[in-house]
């Protein structure tokens, strides 16, 4: 079942054009990556589908209600953790809760709930402004949550955050979804939307340039594994092997290296490796590129993720 459907946003700022025309959906148990460079209008497209900001144009919908500034119907089914702590620093952990809990009309009874399933139970009496940054931003997933929310959006969680409360909010991330949440997720970080987005979008200028799993992005560009091998010996020999050599579809030689573009990078490394030795060419060493959501991102957008 479609939970987050957006279709045709667009969001102007004077002369800006934040957002341009951009459409996806997330379903059910679906966990969505929204990457892209800074400025790229990731935080103005959250703002829009959380009803924080109206849209020029285009509709948001969660599980059929439209959302807008005012849909209060639509916002009870939205979580969001935003990029910025929103939690009082002279509350503890659970006094913060129990707050948001009355603030959002949720039952008291979520606020042990929740304080477990982000790991702050032991923590709970504490004040916030003793937590580290890692336990600050756990506790603003945890409000998050209160409400029993069908989508889960959470801008950049893990900016800044210690290995500890990152693995947590991850393996939060995995389990909610696994229940069957519905998760937008933004971050710089590409290992993480690797590691937990069932499929990413690419949002380049306030367009979305690509969107798909991993492997149908890489595929879609045409990206190939690639193979760098620096050696000694007699290269032009070892290029017109190589050149030979099946599933090999590109050779160039460049000083004492030669680079090869190749269908799939472990089948051909032993036959490559052995086709330059039989012909008396010393290997110096090796190195495989395999493309990654990174050499995707770097294709479309011309920039890396983090800068
Ligand atoms: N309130 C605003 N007033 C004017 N311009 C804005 C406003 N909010 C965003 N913008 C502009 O809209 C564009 C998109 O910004 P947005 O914050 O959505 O990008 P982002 O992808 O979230 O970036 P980051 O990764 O840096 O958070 C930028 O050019 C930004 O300067």
Do not use: W
Request: proline share 3%; net charge negative; with cysteine.
């Amino acid at each position: 079942m479609t939970v987050l459907s957006c279709t045709g946003l667009s969001r102007r700022f004077g002369d800006v054009l934040a957002v341009d025309d951009v459409s996806f959906t997330i379903a059910e148990g679906e966990t969505y990556g929204l990457l892209g460079p800074n400025g790229a209008g990731k935080t103005t497209t959250i703002s829009m589908i959380t009803g924080v900001l109206a849209p020029d144009s285009g509709e948001v919908l969660v599980a059929g209600q439209p959302m807008s500034t005012r849909a209060i119907a639509a916002k009870r089914l939205v979580g969001y953790v935003p990029q910025e702590l929103a939690l009082y620093p002279d509350l503890s952990g659970r006094e913060n809760l129990r707050f948001f809990a009355s603030l959002y009309g949720a039952k008291r009874s979520r606020v042990d709930h929740v304080l477990d399933v982000v790991g702050l139970s032991d923590r709970a009496d504490d004040l916030a402004r003793e937590y580290s940054g890692g336990m600050k931003r756990r506790l603003n997933v945890a409000i998050g949550l209160l409400h029993e929310p069908k989508l889960l959006v959470l801008d950049e969680p893990t900016a800044g955050v210690d290995p500890q409360s990152r693995n947590q909010i991850m393996d939060n991330v995995r389990a909610l979804a696994a229940d069957g949440m519905a998760v937008l997720y933004t971050t710089h970080y590409m290992e993480e939307a690797e590691r937990l987005c069932d499929r990413v979008g690419i949002i380049d200028s306030g367009r979305l340039v690509a969107e798909g799993t991993q492997r149908q992005l890489v595929e879609r560009l045409g990206e190939h594994d690639r193979i760098s091998l620096q050696l000694d010996g007699d290269l032009s020999r070892a290029a017109t092997v190589l050149g030979a050599v099946q599933h090999v579809r590109q050779v160039a030689a460049h000083g004492q290296g030669i680079e090869l573009v190749v269908d799939d990078a472990r089948e051909c490394l032993p036959v490559v490796l052995s086709a330059i030795s039989s012909n008396g060419v010393v290997v110096r060493s090796v190195e495989v590129t395999e493309p990654d959501l990174e050499t995707v991102f770097l294709h479309l957008t011309g920039k890396a993720l983090r800068e």
